[in-house]
């Protein structure tokens, strides 16, 4: 699935400079096979987020993440969750 910043540049004309994909139903690894064969980055494996570049575009792919708050400030506790669906309310998706 699409997400982030490249959907309204498509719908506006432009062309994005990347584009972000959420994965479901693979985990880390599997996604990561996938890829294997490309230029990949395991940039954020905490957070789920693999780097690829294919025809120069760079892709952002993640894999489902459930977090929750740990403290005062930004820190989370993130665990890889491939059963996490678009729908799934604690999902949450890394700004890669």
Do not use: C, H
């Amino acid at each position: 699935m699409v997400v982030g910043g490249a959907i309204p540049n498509l719908l506006q004309g432009r062309e994005p400079k990347d584009l972000d994909l959420d994965v479901y139903g693979l985990g880390y690894g599997e996604v990561a096979a996938v890829y294997a064969d490309l230029a990949l980055k395991l940039v954020g494996r905490a957070y789920g987020v693999l780097k690829v570049v294919v025809d120069g575009l760079e892709l952002n792919v993640n894999v489902p993440v459930l977090s929750s708050r740990v403290g005062p400030g930004p820190l989370m506790d993130a665990q890889l969750d491939p059963r996490l669906t678009p729908e799934s309310p604690q999902r949450f998706r890394s700004s890669s």
